[in-house]
């Protein structure tokens, strides 16, 4: 396994293509119900752009983060996409002129910045507030929106899905999955309520 050392001398079109193939794992994690794997690998990705200094690349590398981004838990680790969105802006204030149909526009990455600034802003937004200003309605546990929730994330989807083994993901399996989440989060000392229990007029499956 090649170290982020070894990683930062390739070349910039290894550096591209080793990114490619990153995002191609993101997709398929996302699609096996388990995008806490992206985690590494969307940082890794942009640490590899970050290192690449050539300002024709600016459009190509910002679309890239936008793929990174949808691969993402955005509401489990907000201030992580944050940073790749800020990022993202900067390519494209960058790389000048924009073609919307191909890339988003600055404003769309600067709505998507001041929707996630609002999310992590509990001392100014509340989570009614913040349903309303974005039109969600099915309520969350508020630790959701707590730096303490983004720094265990990782870890605890691990463990998750470490007990949960072979369970089919399919239907039902939010339940069995959030009893594990209960449960793996108890054994840290922190009480959470699942969706199905904020939002008993809600039919899940």
């Excluded at 996302?30 to 200094?53: K, T």
């Excluded at 709505?111 to 999310?119: A, F, S, V």
Aim: charged share 30%.
């Amino acid at each position: 396994m090649k170290t982020m050392d070894d990683l930062m001398l390739m070349s910039d079109e290894q550096k591209a293509e080793r990114v490619v193939k990153n995002i191609e794992q993101m997709r398929e994690n996302s699609q096996e119900m388990r995008m806490w794997r992206n985690i590494p690998l969307a940082r890794e990705s942009v640490e590899l752009f970050q290192s690449i200094h050539d300002d024709e690349a600016a459009s190509g590398i910002a679309m890239a983060c936008g793929a990174i981004v949808e691969q993402l838990p955005e509401y489990d680790v907000p201030r992580m996409v944050l940073g790749i969105l800020r990022y993202e802006l900067q390519l494209l204030q960058c790389a000048g002129e924009q073609e919307p149909e191909h890339y988003p526009t600055e404003r769309d990455v600067k709505d998507d910045i001041q929707r996630l600034e609002d999310y992590i802003d509990t001392a100014h937004v509340s989570d009614a507030a913040f349903m309303e200003r974005y039109q969600r309605h099915l309520k969350a546990d508020p630790i959701q929106r707590t730096p303490e929730w983004e720094t265990l994330y990782y870890d605890v989807e691990q463990e998750c899905d470490r007990r949960l083994g072979d369970t089919p993901r399919g239907m039902g399996f939010c339940f069995a999955y959030w009893s594990t989440l209960r449960e793996v989060l108890a054994e840290r000392g922190i009480e959470w309520q699942s969706p199905h229990e904020l939002n008993p007029r809600v039919m899940f499956d």
